[in-house]
C-alpha cells in the first residue's frame, strides 16, 4: 500500500477484527490502527500487536484520517451522534460497514456535509479472502474512494455498486453469505455422519472439497453450472443427489433466504435510519 492513512475501527468485535486481521497480515502498520470498545481489557490482544486502543471514541477520531464505524446497527446513531463534534472538527473520511444504514442517515447524527463511504464486508477478510461492496456519496473525492479501495483490497476483493440499494443485494450475496456455506457444512458434516463417518473424517472432507469447489470456480472460464454438469456423470452418482436437492427445491429456498436478507437489510434503514 502506497499511502498508509490512520485508521480508527468504532467497535472492535468481529466484523472490525476480520479487517485489522487481514490489514496486519497485509503488512499494514499496527501503530496506524486504533481500535475502541466498551471494555479496555476486551482490547488487550490489538494493544499487545502495537494498535492503540481506547474506549473513547472522540479520542480515536481526534487521531485518524479514515473512521470505520463498526458497531451494531442498533446503537449507530447514539454512538455517531456522540462523535459528531469530534467528525465535524477533524473531518475523517468515514466509512461504515453497518447493514442497512444509509448514507444520509450517518451524515446526518455525524452532523452533516461529510464524505462518507458504505462498505459492506465479510468475514473472510480475516484470510485475506474477503468480499466487500462499496458505495460512495457525492462528498467523497476520488482520494478517498482510492484509499477505500486500497485498505479493502488488502482484506480481498472491493467492488463499487451504483446504487445504496445494490448494497442490500451485496448483504444477500456476500455480506451474510459465509453463514450460508458454513450451514452447507453443518448439513454434509452432519449427513457424512449419518452414512458412516467420523466427524473428524466427515469436517475434512467438506471443508477440504468447499475450498476445491471454490478454488477451480474462481480458476475456471466456465460458470458454477458447467462446472456442476463436469461432476454430473449421466447416472451416476452425483446425478441423484442434484436431482433430489432440486425436486426438493433447493435453489428456491435459497432465493427465498437471501431476499430475506436483503428485506432486513431494508427494514433496518427504516427502523433504525431516523
Ligand atoms: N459480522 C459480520 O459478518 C458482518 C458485520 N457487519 C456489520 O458490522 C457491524 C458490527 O458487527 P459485528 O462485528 O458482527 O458485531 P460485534 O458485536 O462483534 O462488534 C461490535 C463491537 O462494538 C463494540 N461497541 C459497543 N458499543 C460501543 C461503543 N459505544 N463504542 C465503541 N464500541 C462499541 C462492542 O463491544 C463490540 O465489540 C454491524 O453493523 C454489522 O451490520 C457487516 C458485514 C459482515
Ligand atoms: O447479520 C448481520 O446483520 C451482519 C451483516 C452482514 C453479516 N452480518
Known sequence: MSTQPT????????????????????????????????????????????????????????????????????????????MAAAVQQHQPLVISVAAGIMC????????????????MPNTPALVKQGASGLYANP??????????????????IALWVETESQLNAVTAVSGSGPAY?????????????????SREVAEQLT??????????????????????????????????AILTFIDQGLPEIIANGMQACSDRAEALAAELGK
Not at 492503540?52 to 446503537?75: E, F, G, S, Y
Not at 442517515?105 to 455525524?110: G, V
Not at 454434509?188 to 463417518?197: F, K, P
Open 139 to 156: 462528498q467523497v473525492n476520488e482520494s478517498q474512494r482510492s484509499q477505500t479501495e486500497q485498505i479493502m483490497q488488502a482484506t480481498g
Open 207 to 240: 471443508i477440504q472439497t468447499a475450498l476445491g469447489a471454490a478454488d477451480i470456480a474462481r480458476q475456471s472460464d466456465a460458470d458454477p453450472a458447467e462446472l456442476r454438469r463436469r461432476v454430473t456423470s449421466p447416472k451416476g452418482t452425483t446425478e441423484q
Open 104 to 119: 444520509n442517515s450517518m451524515e446526518e447524527w455525524l452532523g452533516g456535509n461529510l464524505a462518507v463511504v458504505r462498505c
Open 7 to 82: 485508521l480508527a475501527f468504532i467497535g472492535a468485535g468481529n466484523m472490525s477484527r476480520a479487517i485489522i486481521g487481514g490489514l496486519i497480515s497485509n503488512q499494514y502498520p499496527a501503530d496506524k490502527i486504533w481500535a475502541t470498545g466498551t471494555q479496555l481489557e476486551k482490547l488487550d490482544d490489538l494493544k499487545q500487536q502495537g494498535m492503540h486502543t481506547t474506549t473513547d471514541n472522540n479520542a480515536a477520531v481526534a487521531a485518524a484520517d479514515i473512521v470505520i464505524l463498526a458497531v451494531k446497527p442498533q446503537i449507530l446513531k447514539a454512538v455517531a451522534t456522540e
Open 181 to 197: 456455506y458454513f450451514l452447507m457444512m453443518e448439513a454434509m458434516v452432519a449427513a457424512g455422519e449419518r452414512l458412516g463417518l
